[in-house]
Every structure is written in structure tokens, then in C-alpha cells.
């Protein structure tokens, strides 16, 4: 059974980037859609685009496009989230998933999450 | 800015039936399929229904989904403590051509 593995908590200052982590531990993504959705303290879940390693190809919500990447690392079963200039709400707690069903919604995997940060 | 509204809490007594609703409009619900999570504080949400009305593997029959239009509701009957938590739907929005997730509801075992 898959698992995804995120990278630990990180405090970045505002106009900077953060760079986060999803890893598969006990298998690969094969062609499944990895999905990233973030959670503000207190506040319900956001998504915030999706992205097909074997093909490194994804989509984001409109209002990340300009400031979201995402990319894989196939050696290593990794795929990553880059969000820019960041702000203080940007703050979050940040997951991967990985999709049942393309990118239909249904998330069966999930990482543990990644607290993200944003404070001068 | 959720686009699919349910309702802020719901509560119930052990064995009670809980249902939950999740009203959305023709370019999400009533076009594609509706997702719902379980979230406990302070850990990731958990898939519990899917395409409507489908149970992943090791969710219990006492879980089920349906979908009517532009709305959607999940029912969790013989509610037990192990409930206690948030729910929330999803379905993919045609329009914002993303997905979007409810406001979710908190459930409160008394």
C-alpha cells in the first residue's frame, strides 16, 4: 500500500518561496494524479492544482496560476509543490493526494501534511 | 470562497442517524460526481464516499451517499464517537474548471 511522505514544517518570509515534498514510500504514483490542498488554521480545504508525474503535465485553480509550480523527481518518487511570493495567508497547512479516479475529486492517499509559515 | 454550502453543525446520539447536506449548483453537482471526506482535527482528511454513492475499501455500510439534482447529502446511520468530526464535500466545478470543496459540517456526537 502506497504511503505519502511530506517534508517537515517550514517558516518562510513573505515574498519568499517554500518548496514542499510528497514521496511515495512502498511504491510509485504510476498514472495516478497527485493533488495539492491546503487548510488554513481553523478554515476548511482549498485545492490547489493537480499534476500527472508520468507525464508532467497538471492544472491549478485559478488563483494560483501564477504562482504555483509543480514537478517530480522519478528517481526518487517525489513530486513537489512551489508556491511564490508568499503572503501571511498563505499560511496553511498544505497536502498531497493522490486520485482515485483522475482528477474527479475522490483522493483515496493522503501525506500527513505540511505546515507552512509565512511571518516577517 | 466554498461554492458548495452545508450546513455549519450537525449532532446526534450514539445509534441515531446523522444526514449531512451539500447544495451546489447545474456546473458542479449537477455535472459531475460529489466526493465527501471525514476530517479529525489535527490529521488528514479521509475519502468516505465517491462518485456519489460509492464506499472505498474499509468504510462501513453504515456510510452512504446520494445525489439529487444540484445537491447532494451523506447519511452516516448507527452514529458512534468514533464520528465526531468534520465533513466536507467536493465535486469538480465546470466553470471555475477546478475543484471545489464544501464549508463543511462539524458532527457532534452527544
Known amino acids: 500500500q502506497v504511503q505519502l511522505v511530506q517534508s517537515g514544517a517550514e517558516v518562510q518570509k513573505p515574498g519568499s518561496s517554500v518548496k514542499v515534498s510528497c514521496k511515495a514510500s512502498?511504491?510509485?504514483?504510476?498514472?495516478?494524479?497527485l493533488t495539492w490542498v491546503r487548510q488554513a488554521p481553523g478554515q476548511g480545504l482549498e485545492w490547489m492544482g493537480g499534476?500527472?508525474?508520468?507525464?508532467?503535465?497538471?492544472n491549478s485553480a485559478q488563483k494560483f496560476q501564477d504562482r504555483v509550480t509543480f514537478s517530480a523527481e522519478d528517481s526518487t518518487n517525489t513530486v513537489y509543490m512551489e508556491l511564490s511570493s508568499l503572503r501571511s495567508d498563505d499560511t496553511a497547512v498544505y497536502y498531497c493526494?493522490?486520485?482515485?479516479?483522475?482528477?474527479?475529486?475522490?483522493?483515496?492517499?493522503w501525506g500527513q501534511g505540511t505546515m507552512v509559515t509565512v511571518s516577517s | 470562497q466554498s461554492v458548495l454550502t452545508q450546513p455549519p453543525s450537525e449532532s446526534g446520539t450514539p445509534g441515531q442517524t446523522v444526514s449531512i447536506s451539500c447544495s451546489g449548483s447545474?456546473?458542479?453537482?449537477?455535472?459531475?460526481?460529489v466526493n465527501w471526506y471525514q476530517q479529525i482535527p489535527g490529521t488528514a482528511p479521509k475519502l468516505l464516499i465517491y462518485?456519489?454513492?460509492q464506499r472505498p475499501s474499509g468504510v462501513p455500510e453504515r456510510i452512504s451517499g446520494s445525489k439529487s439534482g444540484t445537491s447532494a447529502s451523506l447519511a452516516i446511520s448507527g452514529l458512534k464517537s468514533e464520528d465526531d468530526a468534520e465533513y466536507f464535500c467536493?465535486?469538480?466545478?465546470?466553470?471555475?474548471?477546478?475543484?471545489?470543496f464544501g464549508t463543511g459540517t462539524k458532527v457532534t456526537v452527544l
Open positions: 512502498g511504491g510509485t504514483f504510476g498514472s495516478h494524479v
Open positions: 447545474v456546473s458542479n453537482i449537477g455535472s459531475n460526481a
Open positions: 462518485e456519489d454513492n
Open positions: 467536493a465535486a469538480w466545478d465546470d466553470t471555475m474548471d477546478g475543484l471545489v
Open positions: 499534476f500527472i508525474p508520468s507525464v508532467a503535465t497538471g
Open positions: 493526494a493522490r486520485g482515485l479516479l483522475g482528477m474527479s475529486g475522490a483522493f483515496d492517499v
